[in-house]
């Protein structure tokens, strides 16, 4: 089953600092921009980091109201594919993880009592996969355009008309397993390190940026990690 | 003549912080007029954070500070003096859910704040909640959760306390993820904290701590 492993984080400080819910860069202490950076060499010498994306493409077969019909049976649930895609050719299923190593080593300084290397670090893991699936829709974009088609933005289980149930179904469709993501009994993914999304592509499919995610959300105002005030 | 501790504190310098403690130590202050000072500054610091001239890493940063003054404090102190003084709090994400970044900050900032924190782990079986109630007798519970599927759990926990006759005696706060107050009151809780120091805030005043 595809897999893409040798994709290239370039995790920038800026990104590690948002996730950590910094709204103005210029006043952050000298200290924690120190502690930020050395975490973010570690990441590099020893491998915290490793970041894999599990995929599988389906044709679609049918469209309608409230689902996807895909060759091979499958069916993915929810208005929201039919309705935002009605042109899409296929979709791709996707997993991506950055692995278990960083969160262990986040629970390895909290369990001994360093806080705040525990609280960057799990910042820099959420950047990690932020700039994965950054680097993995890049990549579809570019799959699409070889076949002379576009790749849409990426759409995820628990968006208003997709429904977070789907999270199981479409763990098995892009073969979340060959990466080692799994769901708990209660749907957590892990490693928690990991999300999953559907990309669909067609003649003309709609992309939107983060910023316009943020702005239409409704905890925009609230939100620690938009995009918006930084 | 030694620098003011409790703005260098509040100011994050944490290197001036330590030399001004053990400066004071040497000569003899009494050590808990340190903690006192200590306390002061957080409050300063927590001020910032809500006027959000300092975030959530500052906070840690100013709690693993204070963690290093009681250490060279520690042992100075009488028994009594050691003692934690802000009361048992139980926390634990609840079942379900495995996260635990934002419940392990709570729970360092309880405890650099004086409060003795039963810390349960993730994914906490509501049976251990209500087992833990009734063998420590905490009055403060905070059940973390990130995910929307945490809500429901949030709610059996906290119905599982009432059902055990426990509920009176004991304020529960929830937190983590995107809480507001429609979740609070979906779950039955009494109070949620947007982060850590709010979370201290509603201990502090549910143990009647200025």
Sequence with gaps: ?????????????????????????????????????????????????????AYEFYPITGMEPDRVLLQGG???????????FPDAKELAAIVCTIGPGLEKQVTEYSRGGETLRA??????????????????????????????????????PGMPGLPITEQRNLLELAHAGDIGVSLTSSGVMVPRKSTSMIIATGPEMKTWTQAEICARCNLRETCPYTVLRS | MAKDLCKTLADLKEDEVLAIVEEKLKAGADPMGI????????????????????????????????KKINELVKPKLTEEGGAKTGGKVIIGTVTGDIHDIGKDIVVFM?????????????????????????????PVVGLS?????????????????KAAGLRDNTKIMIGGGQITDEIMNYTGADAFGKDAMVGVSLAKKWAGIK
């Design chain 1, 74 to 84: 499958a069916v993915v649930n929810g208005s929201l594919l039919p309705s935002t």
């Design chain 1, 1 to 53: 089953m595809p897999v893409i492993n040798d994709i290239r984080l370039n995790l920038k400080k800026n990104d590690v600092l948002r996730r950590q819910g910094f709204k103005g860069y210029t006043r952050i202490r000298p200290e924690i921009k120190t502690l930020v950076l050395e975490l973010l060499e570690s990441t590099e010498s020893t491998r915290l980091l490793e970041p894999t994306t």
């Design chain 2, 110 to 138: 309880l405890d650099v704040n004086g409060f003795d924190v039963v810390d349960l782990g993730v994914d906490v079986p509501i049976q251990k909640f209500v087992d833990t109630i009734k063998e420590t007798s905490a």
């Design chain 2, 145 to 161: 959760g990130f995910l929307t599927l945490a809500y429901d759990s949030m709610k059996q926990t906290i119905e599982a306390i």
């Design chain 1, 119 to 156: 609280m960057l670090l799990d910042g820099i893991g959420s950047a990690a996969v932020d700039i994965l699936v950054q680097e993995t829709c890049r990549f579809f974009s570019g799959e699409a355009s070889k076949r002379g088609l576009q790749a849409s933005s990426p759409v995820n």
């Design chain 2, 35 to 66: 903690l006192a000072d200590a306390g002061r500054a957080m409050e300063i610091v927590g001020n910032r954070f809500s006027k959000s001239e300092y975030f959530i890493p500052d906070l840690v940063y100013s709690g693993e500070i204070l």
